[in-house]
Every structure is written in C-alpha cells, then in structure tokens.
C-alpha cells in the first residue's frame, strides 16, 4: 500500500502562482505513473495532469494547459504540480494519484487510480 501525502496548498489572489507537491512512501515510485486531480462540493473528482514514469510524457486538461506543469523527481519520490496564472474556478481540493500498476500511457479517470493523498486546499481570490 502506496502512502501519498500533498503539500503546498493555500490561499493565492488571482494571476498568482503556486507549487504543489507530492510525496510517495512507495520505494518503486519510479514505475509508475502519477495523476494530479482536483474537486470541489458537488462536483466529480476531475482530471488535472499527469505524467509517465519517466517523466517524458505529460497530460492536462485543457482548461490547464499554458498555465500548469506537472513533474516528477523519482530519486526522491515525488511529483509536483506548478500552477501559475490561477484563477477562482482553479479553487478547488488538489489529489495526488497512483495506479495500481505500471503504466506507459497514465489515466485521465479516477478510476484509473488506487491510491489517493488527503488533499490539499487551493483558494483562489478574487
């Protein structure tokens, strides 16, 4: 079982930048796969980005893409989530994600992955 815990979150006015990260207790991290997901009440969990495990190959969203980057370290099991130019409707609870296996081409579905952080809050004002 893949532990997962994020960091980073916080409150940013708009046109504002930040950094969030994800740490993982897995000593084969570097396998697999990472997703970055977000949520807010009433909503389905949605997709953000992700990354292979080589860390060559991102996804976004679209309304994500030019503003965020995802990247990983795996000699120090982590990935991080570069957010710049936010927005209000960025506002949301931010998820790190690990599949259950290795795979070359990650989900864009929750259900593509098994383990999941805490969460971490992004607030963003007006």
């Known amino acids: 079982q893949v532990q997962l815990v994020e960091s980073g979150g916080g409150l940013v006015q708009t046109g504002g930048s930040l950094r969030l990260s994800c740490a993982a207790s897995k000593g084969t991290f570097s396998l697999y796969a990472m997703g970055w997901f977000r949520q807010t009440p009433g909503k389905e969990r949605e997709f953000v980005a992700a990354?292979?495990?080589?860390?060559?190959?991102?996804y976004y969203a679209d309304s994500m893409k030019g503003r965020f980057t995802i990247s990983r370290d795996n000699a120090k099991n982590t990935v991080a989530l570069q957010m710049n130019s936010l927005k209000p409707e960025d506002t949301a609870v931010y998820y790190c994600?690990?599949?259950?296996?290795?795979?070359?081409?990650?989900?864009?579905?929750?259900?593509?992955?098994?383990?999941w952080g805490q969460g971490t809050q992004v607030t963003v004002s007006s």
């Open positions: 994600a690990h599949p259950p296996g290795p795979l070359i081409v990650p989900s864009t579905r929750p259900e593509g992955y098994t383990s």
């Open positions: 990354i292979d495990y080589r860390g060559v190959t991102t």
